[in-house]
């Protein structure tokens, strides 16, 4: 049969269910129409990281009411859309069925094309419905509670390689945990962010991991710099003093931060790329922002970074990858597609 010619701006439902965010959007084209957020974080706080039974069931709860609001925002009806766009993987096995589960009931309900997708490529391709077409090649380097990697995208639709990724911690697992240490709420990550801006960054001299010359150029290491913050905040205790959380803040951001550019900037200028990509929640942290806009300036590459909003796990962004999948001509998932929490960067659908 001859296959019809894919719509040129096709109207998308995109469900994202990896964490704790049951994020639906609605997309037609680049153009978002609708990013409804429904999240589960307030449930975690008490244990200080996302406790995946409760969000799945948060998942389960917030779905039907989630995929209605966002239709409804739109202006849209289940019946006009072209396709249908979930989140298989990485992420919570148990979060990531609830979403791949309804993904399916509606594709098979609407009689429509089913794309299940990686969680990765989303968060690449959401900066199409801020900035418009990506410029590819580019380096991504996306940076959240869950991951850490740092990208080669030739084509955000068909080839994504990996250059590195965290060998511990994730970035903001990092930033969750010190802030722990330091009595903040979690999520830490926008509280240091806060705190650190009536800090000193140099106060102390926290350890850059893998930064050696022997040390893997595009892979990163979070948890030697959290246990140096956990040593330097007991000995002040133990010997009596205050703790001067806006400093420890602002020198533990500082270091995070200038790992994260240089090796960013870095891949870049070894790779003869001039465009950069941020994206994931650490992305809307301030002093990464600056820090990649000043030392992309300085190597002549020019940076890309969604609106904080967008850089956090949401529905637009799996819709928004649907998008420039059925745009491409990529065909539909099967309506048996699994879930694959550790589904890898390279696989951009499945
Ligand atoms: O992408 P995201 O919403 O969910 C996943 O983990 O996939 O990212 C959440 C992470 C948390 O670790 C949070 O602390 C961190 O992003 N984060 C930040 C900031 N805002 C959120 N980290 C540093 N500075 C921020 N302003
Ligand atoms: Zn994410």
């Known amino acids: 049969m ?3 010619r894919p719509p040129v701006r096709p109207l998308i439902l995109g469900i994202e269910t990896s964490c704790d965010e049951t994020g639906v959007g609605v997309v037609r084209g680049t153009t978002l129409l609708a990013d409804a957020v429904a999240s589960s974080v307030d449930s975690h706080a008490r244990y200080g990281g996302v406790v995946p039974e409760v969000a799945s069931r948060a998942h389960l709860e917030a779905m039907v009411p989630t995929v209605r609001r966002a239709l409804d925002d739109a202006g849209v009806r289940l019946s006009d859309v072209d396709a249908i766009a979930v ?3 990485p992420g919570l096995a148990g979060a990531l069925l609830v979403g791949v589960a309804a993904a399916k009931a509606y594709a098979l309900a609407a009689d429509k094309p089913l794309y299940g997708v990686n969680h990765l490529a989303a968060h690449i391709a959401v900066d199409t419905l801020q900035h418009g077409p990506l410029p590819e090649p580019c380096i991504a380097l996306l940076v959240s509670g869950g991951h850490s990697s740092l990208l080669m995208v030739e084509s955000v639709t068909a080839a994504i390689t990996p250059l590195g990724a965290t060998v511990d911690d994730a970035a903001g697992e990092a930033f969750d945990k010190v802030a722990r240490l330091l009595g903040l709420p979690f999520p830490g990550g926008p509280h240091i962010d806060r705190m650190a801006g009536s800090g000193d960054q140099a106060a102390v001299a926290f350890p850059r991991g893998l930064t050696g010359p022997r ?13 140096a913050v956990a040593r330097w905040v007991e000995a002040r205790q133990r010997a009596g003093e205050a703790v001067p959380v806006a400093d420890v803040a602002a020198s533990f951001q500082e270091a995070v931060v200038d790992v994260l550019t240089a090796k960013a900037v870095r891949a870049c200028r070894e790779s003869g790329v001039g465009h950069l990509l941020l994206g994931g929640g650490v992305a809307a942290n301030s002093r990464l922002r600056a820090v990649a806009e000043t030392r992309c300036a300085a190597a002549g590459v020019r940076l890309r970074v969604p609106r904080p909003g967008l850089c956090t796990d949401n529905g637009a962004m799996v819709a928004a990858l649907g998008s ?3 745009a491409d001509g990529v065909a539909p998932s099967a309506l048996d597609l699994p879930a694959d929490s550790a589904m890898a960067v390279t696989e951009i659908s499945c």
């Open 215 to 227: 040390d893997a150029a595009y892979d990163f290491s979070f948890s030697g710099l959290k246990t």
């Open 324 to 326: 420039l999948l059925v």
């Open 2 to 4: 001859q296959a019809n």
């Open 87 to 89: 989140t298989a993987g």
